[in-house]
T-cell receptor, first 114, second 112 residues
Framework: DAGVIQSPRHEVTEMGQEVTLRCKPI?????LFWYRQTMMRGLELLIYFNNNVPIDDSGMPEDRFSAKMPNASFSTLKIQPSEPRDSAVYFC????????????FGSGTRLTVV | KQEVTQIPAALSVPEGENLVLNCSFTDSAIYNLQWFRQDPGKGLTSLLL?????REQTSGRLNASLDKSSGRSTLYIAASQPGDSATYLC???????????FGQGTELSVKP
């Protein structure tokens, strides 16, 4: 398996623009997670899905952020409009139904909003 | 609310030294605990996974222990090498739900 695949690897955008981050989980994994990493706050869970259904979005910072999982092999995290404080590395992770097998992370998307 | 703390925040050691990284968590009702490594500008690589029923796991020069009752885990690295330099992250999954809650990490530097 190719692991968790995220795109793009780097994104630079201007304030106010819409940004869409993409994630392909490992085939057969039932859980998908979106995390944000910053120097100040470390790794924060934004939202997670189980079998394509959002389970907990309490970490989504505000209404400008939205996430979807239209099928088992694809998820998006959208920021609209983007702001400089959204600059961070965004990670996607997936795990099988048996959480005892652990989580696998993608390589992340480094977002810079100027 | 589960909180995960890692001590120390940074550690610098000479090559060859054995070292211990510490992780503590406030809620002992965990499903498992996972140690990750993160190289600068890179993603997270899983090192060891300890189920709540286990006391320790070993992989090569790494050994992770878990004491659920006291809310502690340690990652022991034997005979450290410069290639071990990275940030080490501890994360726990609560019994209920699938959240993986991270500590802030320990930044390790191994000097040749």
């Amino acid at each position: 398996d190719a692991g968790v695949i995220q795109s793009p690897r780097h994104e630079v955008t201007e304030m106010g623009q819409e940004v869409t981050l993409r994630c392909k989980p490992i085939s057969g994994h039932d859980y998908l997670f979106w995390y944000r990493q910053t120097m100040m706050r470390g790794l924060e869970l934004l939202i997670y899905f189980n079998n394509n259904v959002p389970i907990d979005d309490s970490g989504m910072p505000e209404d400008r952020f939205s996430a979807k999982m239209p099928n088992a092999s694809f998820s998006t995290l959208k920021i609209q409009p983007s702001e400089p404080r959204d600059s961070a590395v965004y990670f996607c992770a997936s795990s099988p139904e048996d959480r005892g097998l652990g989580y696998t992370f993608g390589s992340g998307t480094r977002l810079t909003v100027v | 609310k589960q909180e995960v703390t890692q001590i120390p925040a940074a550690l610098s050691v000479p090559e060859g030294e054995n070292l211990v990284l510490n992780c503590s968590f406030t809620d002992s009702a965990i499903y498992n605990l996972q140690w990750f490594r993160q190289d600068p500008g890179k993603g997270l690589t899983s090192l060891l996974l300890i189920q709540s029923s286990q006391r320790e796991q070993t992989s090569g020069r790494l050994n992770a222990s878990l004491d659920k009752s006291s809310g502690r885990s340690t990652l022991y690295i034997a005979a450290s090498q410069p290639g071990d330099s990275a940030t080490y992250l501890c994360a726990v999954i609560h019994n209920q739900g699938g959240k993986l809650i991270f500590g802030q990490g320990t930044e390790l530097s191994v000097k040749p």
